[in-house]
């Protein structure tokens, strides 16, 4: 299976900061890379398919980049409603997640 | 608006078997491949099974795999995930998930909102 590598596991940052999160793959997975936020007690909500693509209804300060084995989340100016847990997803063989950073504000 | 709402989890014995339903509406459940995404408390998400959306392509964690069997029936919207010989570690909420559009990037789109399943004597 493929591993995926977040980092960090967790910070801590001020409203309206840039805040970037990296996600390693242990090979290659082009472009097959979600990014997902999830709020203590919700279910996980897509933010990012494809590496870089937006999903529809979610906030332009997120952004997805990177491709190959190393991607990364930027969340441009940090609002109180970020503060959530955030997992990268592989979708290049079977499916395999992040372990997860937690952002706190 | 698109709701999954499953249902099925509850208390079991080390052993024992639970059948999990999700159904879906608000969008062509049909024409998605759907999953089942679970998550253990206070852990990381694990994806669990695949089917797609004419049942023709079906996957499984190897953790599961030879003891789960995920199911769907498009006439009603629903998805199902058959679990066998539970064990301890298969306590966790589970997710019934629709994927993106058939033909594009291949993501989960569509959350339910959780069942939980607990393993234990």
């Known amino acids: 299976d493929i591993q995926m590598t977040q980092s960090p596991s967790s910070l801590s940052a001020f409203v309206g900061d840039r805040v970037t999160i990296t996600c390693r793959a242990s090979?290659?997975?082009?472009?097959?890379l979600n990014w997902y936020q999830q709020r203590p007690g919700k279910a996980p909500k897509l933010l990012v398919y494809?590496?870089?693509t937006l999903q529809s209804g979610v906030p332009s300060r997120f952004s997805g980049s990177g491709s190959g084995t190393d991607f990364s989340l930027t969340i441009s100016s940090l609002q109180p409603e970020d503060s959530a847990t955030y997992y990268c997803?592989?979708?290049?063989?079977?499916?395999?997640f992040g372990q997860g950073t937690k952002v706190e504000i | 608006e698109v709701q999954l709402v499953e249902s099925g989890g509850g208390l079991v014995k080390p052993g024992g078997s639970l059948r999990l339903s999700c159904a879906g509406s608000?969008?062509?459940?049909?024409?998605?491949?759907m999953n089942w995404v679970r998550q253990s408390p206070g852990k990381g998400l694990e994806w669990v099974s695949s089917?797609?959306?004419?049942?023709?392509?079906?996957n499984y964690a190897a953790s599961v795999m030879g003891r789960f069997t995920i199911s769907r029936d498009n006439a009603n919207n629903s998805l199902y995930l058959q679990m066998h010989s539970l064990r301890d570690e298969d306590t966790a909420v589970y997710y019934c998930?629709?994927?993106?559009?058939?033909?594009?990037?291949?993501?989960?789109?569509?959350w339910g909102q959780g069942t939980l399943v607990t393993v234990s004597s």
């Open positions: 998930v629709s994927s993106g559009p058939v033909g594009t990037s291949a993501y989960l789109v569509y």
């Open positions: 608000g969008f062509s459940f049909s024409s998605r491949n």
């Open positions: 494809a590496a870089s």
């Open positions: 090979q290659s997975i082009r472009m097959s």
């Open positions: 997803q592989q979708s290049f063989s079977i499916w395999t």
């Open positions: 089917i797609s959306s004419a049942s023709t392509y079906i």
